[in-house]
T-cell receptor, first 112, second 114 residues
Framework: KNQVEQSPQSLIILEGKNCTLQCNYTVSPFSNLRWYKQDTGRGPVSLTIMTFSENTKSNGRYTATLDADTKQSSLHITASQLSDSASYIC???????????FGAGTTVTVRA | GAGVSQSPSNKVTEKGKDVELRCDPISGHTALYWYRQRLGQGLEFLIYFQGNSAPDKSGLPSDRFSAERTGESVSTLTIQRTQQEDSAVYLCASVPYSGGETQYFGPGTRLLVL
């Protein structure tokens, strides 16, 4: 069964600090991995997408890494801001399939 | 341009009642997905529409759930005889074309069944 596991489930950080979120997956065959940000009461919005051959991808203060051999990804948030408070969802696509496998998300709370 | 919209944004209903949820995709997007998001869980695939092809209904949890879409326009998700376990956020996403990578999500409909 294709699974996506995220950790931690939630975390609280002070404004200006960095944090790293983890994603482990068993999806196979792998096509790509995407990180989404979901603000409270909103739909998810794509942050980054990485294919098998990509190790890292940045979007502003967000940097995602991918190790396709160990099937692990991380999302690093640098110099956090209050607006980073959201749920971050790891999503993996199976090759040649329109269905996606979603992690349960990590809820990040940034405090002043 | 306008994004994906969903209505109602919130719906409270009594057990046993029918509800209809609406999704307006981005104009020109050929594919449309419905998902269910329960608290603390990942998005659960419900149904997939692609153009005029037969929809993939494999994710619908029971025959109380049904969805329709006419061409590449509005879609409705109907839940009949609602149960308390149907309480969740129902999200709709549209995609520019078949095989397109980015899903554009609506804000969701929060359904509470009392």
């Amino acid at each position: 069964k294709n699974q996506v596991e995220q950790s931690p489930q939630s975390l609280i950080i002070l404004e200006g600090k960095n944090c790293t979120l983890q994603c482990n997956y068993t999806v196979s065959p792998f096509s790509n991995l995407r990180w989404y940000k979901q603000d409270t009461g909103r739909g998810p919005v794509s942050l980054t997408i990485m294919t098998f051959s990509e190790n890292t991808k940045s979007n502003g203060r967000y940097t995602a890494t991918l190790d396709a051999d160990t099937k692990q990804s991380s999302l690093h948030i640098t110099a956090s801001q209050l607006s980073d408070s959201a749920s971050y969802i790891c999503v993996v696509r199976v090759y040649n399939d329109y269905k996606l496998s979603f992690g349960a998300g990590t809820t990040v709370t940034v405090r002043a | 341009g306008a994004g994906v919209s969903q209505s109602p944004s919130n719906k409270v209903t009594e057990k046993g009642k029918d509800v209809e949820l609406r999704c307006d995709p981005i104009s020109g997007h050929t594919a449309l997905y419905w998902y269910r998001q329960r608290l603390g869980q990942g998005l659960e695939f419900l149904i997939y529409f692609q153009g005029n092809s037969a929809p993939d209904k494999s994710g619908l949890p029971s025959d109380r759930f049904s969805a329709e879409r006419t061409g590449e326009s509005v879609s409705t998700l109907t839940i009949q005889r609602t149960q308390q376990e149907d309480s969740a956020v129902y999200l709709c996403a549209s995609v520019p074309y078949s095989g397109g990578e980015t899903q554009y999500f609506g804000p969701g409909t929060r359904l509470l069944v009392l």
